[in-house]
């Protein structure tokens, strides 16, 4: 008993002076860069530190004189995570949110106005920075933008006889679907899925028809829902949509049967690989026009740090990951169209292929804009859920949003 | 330690001699001993301590708190007592969830125990391959769970999934296992039984194997026939083992998440949606968390599992008296 109790004293010892030895090394090395170590936290965990975007987060860290932490999560994971981290005091340094997440953190009190740490953002555009505001002021800065787009298939479009310039409002498209189908070839393809994703994709043709978020089964609202329904209904577009991820849906949009896929900006790069022809148009709105479509892209935040004097090298590392030459270059990567004018113009003399989608991300509207800030959630739920009663067959496009309407008030 | 004083019986005379001098020692030995097993209950204790009983008070402070997301960081939400788990109550969601977490529990666990059952029964027959192919039989268990819910989700695609097309070749109309309200709950369903049919084979051929031979010879002699066998011997006697089987499965089928979370998100609208896949929803499916109303149906979900736990121990205790 005793000798075996001194082992594991022993033991014990050890195990903490080993212990105690790594934390001096842990120390060490983390004072090793003269300003200490900073946070930062985005969704692209396809990106790894030897990509360029995980050089470009690192080189910012290193040109302000810090060494720069980045942690990838997954895109829904990384909101929750950092309300967690908040309760825990643990929040990082800086963070790349999705935008609609903003109005959450900022409702949870743990972002940062960008006027009080006096970052500049007077360049940037006001629609693009207006998705990440919350009552008139900024908590964020735009990295870039994207939104969405009908891609056609030049080839399955030429052989069903149709223009795609001929596309202007809902009943041309439609007639387009018709043809295309006529032809043998599938017509759209979207994403309905029971997410976000699906009130991301269906909120181009409910603002298309004039729709208002906060009267989601007005006349307007219904009309749209009842162009999707119709479309599935007729076998216009597949049954499948209701499972579509935006990713399922561009596979299937590659397969090459499909006449017109609606996605977004980064998909070009895969476009590309698709192997054939493809060209894009914006979503019309209902009576012709482009319809107002949804503002996607992330935002450099700033959450509350109980050390004010961490701002300095925050406000510097995100003014070097928002500064106009690694906006071009981050935007590239991911392929979003840069928030300022100036590098929009710079992308488009480098792509030509974004020129339609600048003039979209100009049109686009913040999910949370016009004040709706954190109720947008609590309204996209009920959306989407309406969507999926709809076109699944189990409710008329009325009924399922008038559900919809009634949920939404109960918040 | 008796075996000590036993074998030491020369020692025992010493010992009662010194008796009023060991009493206090020997108080003093107990309290020691007793230590020493707190000492040794104690890893566990602080174990069971920090990753069952927090985390489970802190759903039920979650459940019975006003949390929005800004007193969620800042840590001071109001009490307000059963508010959440009224709003649940009240959800026009909470019915229809409710009904397919009991239709999704009942049925699964109903077909993964009879062909269960039925396989345990045919493999212990000690063919040749029997091993090998009771191997194969546990693929839907060794499958990382994304992995068989993902192709089970290809396979049910409206689409171009191998199901409708099947369907198809012998004639049948194309059925919208995922996208149709009527049909969503049946396609998790027969996912989810695929992959609890190794876990009933398992054990209750690991059951079988307790079944003394003798006895099947013996009603062999009487003549008893295959059906006889099985209702008069093998059945009585795998009633313990069955009764585990049943209680493991209902609390790992009423918990089920991950199965529809990926097949079918709970859609299409609330159409396979159960309690399980609700209480995420609500907690972390949407931009803006709901934690109260979606730690307070996870609580329901353990009230159910609970009643159920209780139910087997009342159960069993009858069958041992």
Not at chain 2, 270 to 289: E, H, I, K, Q, V
Not at chain 2, 296 to 302: D, K, T
Request: hydrophobic letters at 45%; proline letters at 5%; one cysteine or more.
């Amino acid at each position: 008993m005793i000798p075996t109790r001194r082992t594991l004293l022993a033991a014990l010892a050890a195990v903490g002076t080993l212990a105690s030895l790594t934390a001096c090394a842990g120390g060490s090395a983390a004072s090793g860069a003269a300003g200490g170590t900073y946070a930062f936290w985005d969704p692209y965990p396809q990106f790894d530190a030897a990509s360029a975007w995980g050089k470009r987060v690192s080189r910012c860290g290193t040109e302000t004189g810090v060494t720069l932490k980045r942690t990838a999560y997954d895109t829904t994971d990384l909101g929750n995570k950092a309300l967690l981290a908040a309760q825990q005091g643990n929040a990082p340094d800086v963070m790349l949110v999705d935008n609609p997440v903003v109005s959450t953190l900022v409702e949870a009190g743990i972002l940062n106005k960008t006027s009080d740490l006096g970052l500049d953002t007077k360049s940037i555009q006001q629609n693009i920075i207006g998705a990440g505001a919350v009552d008139g002021a900024a908590y964020g800065v735009p990295i870039g933008a994207n939104t969405l787009g009908l891609y056609y298939n030049k080839k399955v479009l030429s052989a069903a006889g149709v223009d795609p310039a001929s596309v202007k409002d809902w009943s041309s498209l439609t007639a387009a679907l018709q043809k295309v189908k006529s032809a043998g070839k599938k017509g759209i393809t979207f994403s309905a899925i029971g997410t976000e994703e699906g009130s991301f994709q269906f909120l181009p043709w409910f603002w298309g028809a004039g729709g208002d978020l906060t009267e989601l089964n007005s006349a307007k609202g219904v009309a749209a829902l009842s162009l999707w329904k119709q479309w599935v209904d007729d076998g216009l577009a597949p049954k499948d949509v209701l499972q579509n991820t935006q990713t399922t849906s561009w596979q299937e949009f590659a397969t090459g049967d499909y006449a017109f896929g609606e996605n977004g900006t980064w998909q070009l790069g895969n476009a590309d690989k698709a192997g054939f022809d493809y060209g894009v148009i914006s979503i019309p709105a209902q009576n012709g026009g482009s319809a107002p479509v949804p503002t996607g892209g992330e935002f450099v935040t700033v959450p509350v740090q109980k050390d004010t004097a961490r701002y300095d090298v925050t406000k510097k590392i995100v003014a070097c990951l928002t500064s106009d030459a690694n906006l071009l270059a981050s935007d590239t990567t991911l392929t979003y169209v840069a928030p300022v004018a100036a590098v929009q113009a710079e992308q488009v003399k480098q792509n030509p292929k974004l020129k339609p989608w600048v003039a979209a991300v100009a049109a686009a509207r913040g999910r949370t804009s016009g004040g709706l800030g954190t109720k947008y959630p609590t309204i996209s739920q009920p959306l989407w859920t309406a969507v999926q009663a709809a076109l699944s067959g189990g409710k008329s496009a009325q009924s399922a949003l008038d559900t919809a309407q009634a949920g939404a008030q109960k918040g | 330690m008796t075996l000590a004083r036993v074998d030491r019986p020369r020692r025992a005379a010493a010992a009662k001699a010194a008796a009023l001098d060991a009493l206090p020692l020997r108080r003093r030995r107990r309290r020691r001993s007793r230590l020493t097993a707190l000492a040794f209950v104690a890893p566990l204790i602080a174990y069971l301590a920090a990753f069952y009983l927090y985390p489970l008070y802190r759903n039920l402070d979650l459940s019975l708190r006003d949390y929005t997301v800004r007193s969620f960081v800042s840590g001071d939400a109001p009490f307000t007592g059963w508010d959440n788990f009224r709003t649940v109550l009240d959800d026009p969601t909470f019915g229809p969830a409710l009904r397919h977490t009991l239709v999704f529990t009942f049925v699964s666990i109903a077909f993964q125990y009879v062909v269960g059952l039925a396989l345990a029964v045919f493999f212990n027959r000690h063919f040749r391959l029997a091993p090998t192919l009771r191997a194969l039989f546990l693929i839907p268990w060794l499958l990382p769970l994304i992995v068989s819910a993902s192709t089970w989700s290809w396979m049910f695609n409206s689409e171009s999934g191998v199901v409708d097309y099947a369907l198809h070749v012998v004639g049948v109309d194309p059925v919208g296992w995922l996208t149709s309200p009527d049909w969503a709950l049946t396609s998790v369903i027969v996912a989810n039984i695929w992959i609890g049919i190794p876990f009933n084979l398992v054990i209750l051929y690991s059951g079988l194997q307790n079944v003394p031979a003798e006895l099947y010879e013996a009603a062999a002699l009487d003549g008893a026939g295959a059906w006889q066998q099985f209702r008069r011997i093998t059945f009585p006697l795998l009633r313990p083992v069955s009764a585990i089987t049943l209680l493991l499965g209902l609390v790992y089928t009423l918990k089920v998440f991950d199965l529809i979370w990926i097949m079918s998100k709970g859609g299409p609208g609330d159409a396979s949606s159960t309690l399980a896949t609700w209480s995420y929803r609500l907690g972390f499916g949407t931009l803006l968390p709901r934690f109260g109303p979606g730690a307070a149906v996870g609580n329901i979900l353990i009230l159910i599992a609970l009643v159920f736990g209780l139910l087997y121990i009342r159960v069993q205790r009858r069958q041992e008296a």
